[in-house]
Structures are given as structure tokens and as C-alpha cells.
């Protein structure tokens, strides 16, 4: 006989936090989010700790190399997604560890034998006034000149005018070498009042740029996530079929942290996956894998070896799973079955595994709820496809800005593997759709009014670190009525701005 759980499994919107005691320390800037991506000892710290509870999904929709610079600036990872070919793959991830931040690479270049017009319409299209002149007109070609806006005027030049008659020449620019700092590189800024200090190499090649207009950025990102090496973590999926030459690649370019990509993490080919990693790597390639729902599933994927475990099937707002086959949890429940596996496993063990709850995700406060029901973290896919730094396309819809976002189940993505049970190297029908998503701007932006309201809501319960709100925390089921309760009701919203959404 078929087995029957007593209980209905909930959704984070049918949880509420009730309020505990608020000291007077207890204020948002004082709250520390940092947490765990992977397995510890007891006593020992984990091998990477992130500064926010936030990582990307896994999705060709929403983690390339932009969304992984953007994310490991505010303190997170983004997931490189595996959808792709390995070599694809292993560059963005490659793109994202060489990543110097305040190093620019130029994309608006000339060559002594470009026009007047020919920076005009480059102006145009790009932007940005200040452009090198090379020998080729590339990017890294060798540097001969600058030409910005103070080197020409329209109304005493003629359009055909060479740009080697007006532009400043490399003997009269101040350079940096490729092996400097940025802070060397903002000394050499403020000590010469530029604006602009372009980074060559030893063979007068250009490199980067670097902007005195960025040096306030720079100290805008004290959370970023970097290696001991100061190098942006990133993290990239790997799937349960070619990790034997995807892994390697990844492996090469520098990832910090592996995951397997699967919508089902109960299966004999995530452990055979990791199985492979110990053989050939130990325990220096961290791996996460997934996504499971009940104790059965995370026992399983602990006892493999997992550095960290995905929580949830089916919740997606992308996610068709479980209208197509009838499998999945609510999402609240899955995560409160397997939080509770995870500390009996550390008691029994003393090796702490970090969760991730998966899916599920619509408000800001879901994550909080998220976190207070046991999540180390939370991975999100939607949340992340609004922003400016997510690969797709910006559209115009109705009037309205919006970026397309397509599930990895969807015919767009055609990510079989990721679905993948050992039958054919297709995939046989839908398990996602491919939609629209209102444009929301840039990560940074959003990102800390959100872990702002995280900050809030936690010292509404008395803590100030994500350990001390599992244990404190305290939640209530709410019913339908409550819930309609709960939001703006019995008048007419004059605005429905991001806040109230």
C-alpha cells in the first residue's frame, strides 16, 4: 500500500513570523548574514562562508559571467549555468576569476586612421567619450593614443579629419603597468588629477582602463566574495552525463564550487557523479547536488558526499514539474522535513551540511521564512532574470521594460540532461515555460533594499545572524483569510509600487 503522509505540505505564504523581544542593539546594521555554502566539521570553519544568503539558479536565463561579477560584489555566488557547451562554460566562469574589479576592458576603440565621424558615431553607439587608439583598433591592440571629448570639437574640425591630427599622444599620456594595484592605480589618479589611466603591458599593449568616477564604487562593495587569492568566487552546474570533461574544464578555469544540476536529486547518478569528483579530486572540488524534498532524499545525498544539499521540487514560477508529472512538496514543508534531517545528521556525525531551499521564492519575506525554517541559503531564479545583469534580452511589452526568463525544462533551453533518468539524449516534453518578467534594473539596487528588509524582519525577532533566527525564530500557519488580511485590502491602492509587490 502506497505510503500517505498525514499532513498537507504548505507553502512559505501560509507561514507567518511572530515577533519575539527586540533589545536595543538589535537594529538592522548590526545584523550579520554571513553563512555556510559547504560542509564543515564541528569546530571548524567551512571551506567557502558567503556574506548574503544568496546564490543564482542555475539557468541560462539568469547566471553568465555579468550576473556572477554583479552577485560576488554584494557577497554572493551566481552559478554559472552547464546548459551550454563545456568550453562556453569554462570561459565565462574563467571571465568572471580574471575579473579585476575597477580594471575596464575598453569597448570603444580606434585607430589613428579612423575619421572624426567615425568617433562620433562610435560615441553614439556606445556611450563613452573616452577611447584609446591602437594600432589595430582592438581592445588589447598597442596603444598609441586617447581621444576624449576635450580633444576635438565638432565646429572647428572637418568630419574627415584623422584622428592621429587630434588625438593625444601615447608619449604625453601618464600609463600604468599591467602588474600595478588599484590602489596603486588610484594614486597615480588622484596624483595627477585624471580621469582616466589606461594599463598597459610590457610590450605597450593595452590591458584595461582604469576610471577616477569609479573610485567611489570601489568602496561600495565591502560584502564582495573573493578567494585568497582576490579573485571573485563563482560557482558553476555541471550535469550527471559528460562531468568527466566538464568537471576538469571547470575545474581549470577556476570554479569555486560545483553543483549538480538535476530537477531530482534522488537518483544513483548523483552519486556516481560524486563518486567520480572523490576519486579524482578528494575533497578540493566542492560539490553541491540535489534537489530533494523529504530525509530520505537528503540522507541519501549527505551519505554520498554533497557539500551542500538543494531543497525543492516543482516551485518554481517557471516550473511545470509538478503539472506534468504530479511530483513535488511545498516548498515550507520540504524544507522544514530536511533542515530537521540536517541537525539530526550533525548530532550524529558532527558534520554540518548545509541546505538550500530551491524554488518557492515570490516575496522578499519568503527567504527570510526560508532561513528561519533552516535554509543556510536560497537560490533564485526569477528574482535575478529582472535585473540588468542577467544574459537575456531587454524588451519593450505594452509599454512596459521587461527580460525574457525560460525554464530549464523548456523547449527554448532544451537542458535534457537536467532531466535526465538514463533514457534518450532528448527531451521528451516540457517541464518549464518560457515567459516574461518585469525589468527591475540593476542587482545592486535591489539586492540591499532586499537584505535590508531580510535585516528588518530579523530584529523583529530578536536576532542578529541567521543561527541565532533558527533558533529563536518562531512561525505560525495562517489561514486563506489571514492571508487576505495580511496585504492592502478594503480601499484602492493608489500606487502598487515595488514595495507593496
Same mark, same amino acid.
Given at each position: 500500500?502506497?505510503?500517505?503522509?498525514?499532513?498537507?505540505?504548505?507553502?512559505?505564504?501560509?507561514?507567518?513570523?511572530?515577533?519575539?523581544?527586540?533589545?536595543?542593539?538589535?537594529?538592522?546594521?548590526?545584523?550579520?548574514?554571513?553563512?555556510?555554502?559547504?560542509?564543515?566539521?564541528?569546530?571548524?570553519?567551512?571551506?567557502?562562508?558567503?556574506? $548574503?544568503?544568496?546564490?543564482?539558479?542555475?539557468?541560462?536565463?539568469?547566471?553568465?559571467?555579468?550576473?556572477?561579477?554583479?552577485?560576488?560584489?554584494?557577497?554572493?555566488?551566481?552559478?554559472?549555468?552547464?546548459?551550454?557547451?563545456?568550453?562556453?562554460?569554462?570561459?565565462?566562469?574563467?571571465?568572471?576569476?580574471?575579473?579585476?574589479?575597477?580594471?575596464?576592458?575598453?569597448?570603444?576603440?580606434?585607430?589613428?586612421?579612423?575619421?572624426?565621424?567615425?568617433?562620433?558615431?562610435?560615441?553614439?553607439?556606445?556611450?563613452?567619450?573616452?577611447?584609446?587608439?591602437?594600432?589595430?583598433?582592438?581592445?588589447?591592440?598597442?596603444?598609441?593614443?586617447?581621444?576624449?571629448?576635450?580633444?576635438?570639437?565638432?565646429?572647428?574640425?572637418?568630419?574627415?579629419?584623422?584622428?592621429?591630427?587630434?588625438?593625444?599622444?601615447?608619449?604625453?599620456?601618464?600609463?600604468?603597468?599591467?602588474?600595478?594595484?588599484?590602489?596603486?592605480?588610484?594614486?597615480?589618479?588622484?596624483?595627477?588629477?585624471?580621469?582616466?589611466?589606461?594599463?598597459?603591458?610590457?610590450?605597450?599593449?593595452?590591458?584595461?582602463?582604469?576610471?577616477?568616477?569609479?573610485?567611489?564604487?570601489?568602496?561600495?562593495?565591502?560584502?564582495?566574495?573573493?578567494?585568497?587569492?582576490?579573485?571573485?568566487?563563482?560557482?558553476?552546474? $555541471?550535469?550527471?552525463?559528460? *562531468?568527466?570533461?566538464?568537471?576538469?574544464?571547470?575545474?581549470?578555469?577556476?570554479?569555486?564550487?560545483?553543483?549538480?544540476?538535476?530537477?531530482?536529486?534522488?537518483?544513483?547518478?548523483?552519486?556516481?557523479?560524486?563518486?567520480?569528483?572523490?576519486?579524482?579530486?578528494?575533497?578540493?572540488?566542492?560539490?553541491?547536488?540535489?534537489?530533494?524534498?523529504?530525509?530520505?532524499?537528503?540522507?541519501?545525498?549527505?551519505?554520498?558526499?554533497?557539500?551542500?544539499?538543494?531543497?525543492?521540487?516543482?516551485?518554481?514560477?517557471?516550473?511545470?514539474?509538478?503539472?506534468?508529472?504530479?511530483?513535488?512538496?511545498?516548498?515550507?514543508?520540504?524544507?522544514?522535513?530536511?533542515?530537521?534531517?540536517?541537525?539530526?545528521?550533525?548530532?550524529?556525525?558532527?558534520?554540518?551540511?548545509?541546505?538550500?531551499?530551491?524554488?518557492?521564492?515570490?516575496?522578499?519575506?519568503?527567504?527570510?521564512?526560508?532561513?528561519?525554517?533552516?535554509?543556510?541559503?536560497?537560490?533564485?531564479?526569477?528574482?535575478?532574470?529582472?535585473?540588468?545583469?542577467?544574459?537575456?534580452?531587454?524588451?519593450?511589452?505594452?509599454?512596459?521594460?521587461?527580460?525574457? *526568463?525560460?525554464?530549464?525544462?523548456?523547449?527554448?533551453?532544451?537542458?535534457?540532461?537536467?532531466?535526465?533518468?538514463?533514457?534518450?539524449?532528448?527531451?521528451?516534453?516540457?517541464?518549464?515555460?518560457?515567459?516574461?518578467?518585469?525589468?527591475?534594473?540593476?542587482?545592486?539596487?535591489?539586492?540591499?533594499?532586499?537584505?535590508?528588509?531580510?535585516?528588518?524582519?530579523?530584529?523583529?525577532?530578536?536576532?542578529?545572524? $541567521?543561527?541565532?533566527?533558527?533558533?529563536?525564530?518562531?512561525?505560525?500557519?495562517?489561514?486563506?483569510?489571514?492571508?487576505?488580511?495580511?496585504?492592502?485590502?478594503?480601499?484602492?491602492?493608489?500606487?502598487?509600487?515595488?514595495?507593496?509587490?
Amino acid at each position: 500500500m502506497a505510503f500517505y503522509y498525514n499532513e498537507p505540505s504548505h507553502t512559505f505564504s501560509e507561514y507567518l513570523l511572530v515577533p519575539g523581544y527586540s533589545g536595543s542593539d538589535c537594529v538592522p546594521n548590526k545584523v550579520c548574514l554571513r553563512t555556510p555554502l559547504t560542509k564543515f566539521k564541528k569546530g571548524e570553519e567551512p571551506a567557502i562562508t558567503m556574506n $548574503i544568503p544568496m546564490v543564482s539558479a542555475i539557468m541560462q536565463s539568469v547566471s553568465g559571467e555579468k550576473m556572477g561579477i554583479a552577485l560576488a560584489k554584494e557577497g554572493g555566488v551566481s552559478f554559472i549555468f552547464g546548459s551550454q557547451s563545456i568550453e562556453s562554460q569554462a570561459a565565462m566562469v574563467s571571465r568572471v576569476k580574471n575579473y579585476k574589479a575597477g580594471f575596464v576592458l575598453s569597448d570603444s576603440n580606434l585607430t589613428p586612421d579612423n575619421t572624426l565621424e567615425d568617433v562620433l558615431a562610435l560615441l553614439e553607439k556606445t556611450g563613452h567619450s573616452t577611447m584609446p587608439v591602437t594600432d589595430d583598433g582592438t581592445t588589447n591592440g598597442k596603444l598609441l593614443g586617447m581621444v576624449t571629448s576635450r580633444d576635438y570639437r565638432v565646429s572647428r574640425l572637418d568630419g574627415n579629419s584623422k584622428v592621429s591630427e587630434f588625438m593625444t599622444p601615447f608619449e604625453h599620456l601618464i600609463t600604468a603597468n599591467v602588474k600595478s594595484t588599484l590602489s596603486d592605480c588610484n594614486d597615480i589618479i588622484w596624483e595627477h588629477k585624471l580621469n582616466t589611466l589606461p594599463i598597459i603591458d610590457d610590450n605597450q599593449k593595452l590591458v584595461y582602463l582604469v576610471f577616477r568616477k569609479d573610485y567611489d564604487s570601489h568602496k561600495e562593495n565591502p560584502l564582495e566574495l573573493l578567494d585568497s587569492d582576490k579573485r571573485f568566487v563563482v560557482g558553476a552546474g $555541471i550535469n550527471t552525463r559528460d *562531468y568527466a570533461e566538464r568537471v576538469p574544464a571547470l575545474v581549470e578555469a577556476g570554479a569555486d564550487v560545483l553543483c549538480i544540476d538535476s530537477s531530482e536529486g534522488f537518483s544513483e547518478w548523483q552519486k556516481v557523479t560524486i563518486d567520480w569528483i572523490r576519486q579524482n579530486y578528494g575533497d578540493t572540488v566542492k560539490v553541491g547536488a540535489g534537489n530533494v524534498v523529504d530525509k530520505e532524499g537528503f540522507e541519501f545525498l549527505a551519505n554520498a558526499g554533497a557539500d551542500f544539499i538543494k531543497v525543492g521540487i516543482g516551485g518554481g514560477s517557471i516550473c511545470i514539474t509538478r503539472e506534468t508529472k504530479g511530483i513535488g512538496r511545498g516548498q515550507a514543508t520540504a524544507v522544514i522535513e530536511v533542515a530537521k534531517a540536517r541537525d539530526e545528521y550533525f548530532e550524529r556525525t558532527g558534520v554540518y551540511i548545509p541546505i538550500c531551499s530551491d524554488g518557492g521564492i515570490v516575496y522578499d519575506y519568503h527567504i527570510t521564512l526560508a532561513l528561519a525554517m533552516g535554509s543556510d541559503f536560497v537560490m533564485l531564479g526569477r528574482y535575478f532574470s529582472r535585473f540588468e545583469e542577467s544574459p537575456t534580452n531587454k524588451l519593450m511589452i505594452n509599454g512596459n521594460f521587461v527580460k525574457e *526568463y525560460w525554464g530549464e525544462g523548456s523547449n527554448r533551453a532544451r537542458n535534457w540532461q537536467r532531466y535526465d533518468l538514463g533514457g534518450a539524449t532528448k527531451l521528451q516534453f516540457e517541464e518549464g515555460v518560457d515567459s516574461y518578467v518585469p525589468y527591475a534594473g540593476p542587482l545592486k539596487d535591489n539586492v540591499q533594499t532586499t537584505l535590508y528588509k531580510i535585516k528588518s524582519t530579523m530584529c523583529n525577532c530578536g536576532a542578529l545572524t $541567521i543561527s541565532e533566527l533558527q533558533q529563536n525564530a518562531k512561525l505560525t500557519l495562517v489561514s486563506a483569510t489571514s492571508i487576505v488580511e495580511g496585504g492592502a485590502h478594503d480601499v484602492i491602492v493608489k500606487d502598487k509600487n515595488d514595495n507593496y509587490k
